[in-house]
T-cell receptor, first 114, second 116 residues
């Protein structure tokens, strides 16, 4: 079956612009996660959804970052008024729902803010 | 605090050598899960193994083996007879459950280079 997909794969934007990153999880997966991975580092947790409910947003760096999953499937991570420090790989992952389950990661969106 | 430490930033070996990647974790949870992921040069994150905190049996899968020792809070990964295709960044991760949230806490990764 299809894995987790993310779009766009690459995004270059100018400082101050808003960007929206999309994640399409594996069909039927209840849990959806967003992570951010800086160069040379491991992924860092941003936020977690259980169905459409955002259960944890403790990793979002500031209020310019928001995420939604309105129908419990596709999710969008939005960054407003982008800054150069937002440049990173943004990864989405999904899992069947139990915390012991492995998370399946998408290919990521490489965001570059000029 | 919950933390995963991968002290080896980079390891370089010649093909067919055995190599061990170290992972040390910190947690106060009594129930947790540990994972290893592989990130090849193409960039995706590939799941390798999951181990729960109550199962200290070592696991072997082909050339890969994992040694989980709760007493030393370590979950080390060994590749036997390494191959060039094993070249990648390897991440160890700790899964924890807090209220209704589950998250993975990753180490900073170990870059493995296998030379022909």
């Amino acid at each position: 079956g299809a894995g987790v997909s993310q779009s766009p794969r690459y995004k270059v934007t100018k400082r101050g612009q808003d960007v929206a990153l999309r994640c399409d999880p594996i069909s039927g997966h209840v849990s959806l996660y967003w992570y951010r991975q800086a160069l040379g580092q491991g992924p860092e947790f941003l936020t977690y959804f259980n169905y459409e409910a955002q259960q944890d947003k403790s990793g979002l760096p500031n209020d310019r970052f928001s995420a939604e999953r309105p129908e419990g499937s596709i999710s969008t991570l939005t960054i407003q008024r982008t800054e150069q420090r937002d440049s990173a790989m943004y990864r989405c992952a999904s899992s069947p729902g139990k915390w012991r389950d492995e998370q399946f990661f998408g290919p990521g969106t490489r965001l570059t803010v000029l | 605090a919950q933390k995963v430490t991968q002290a080896q930033t980079e390891i370089s070996v010649v093909e067919k050598e055995d190599v061990t990647l170290d992972c040390v974790y910190e947690t106060r949870d009594t129930t947790y899960y540990l994972f290893w992921y592989k990130q090849p040069p193409s960039g995706e994150l590939v799941f390798l193994i999951r181990r729960n905190s109550f199962d200290e049996q070592n696991e072997i899968s082909g050339r890969y083996s994992w040694n989980f020792q709760k007493s030393t809070s370590s979950f080390n990964f060994t590749i036997t007879a390494s191959q060039v295709v094993d070249s990648a960044v390897y991440f160890c991760a700790l899964s924890r459950r807090v209220d209704s949230s589950y998250k993975l806490i990753f180490g900073s990764g170990t870059r493995l280079l296998v030379r022909p």
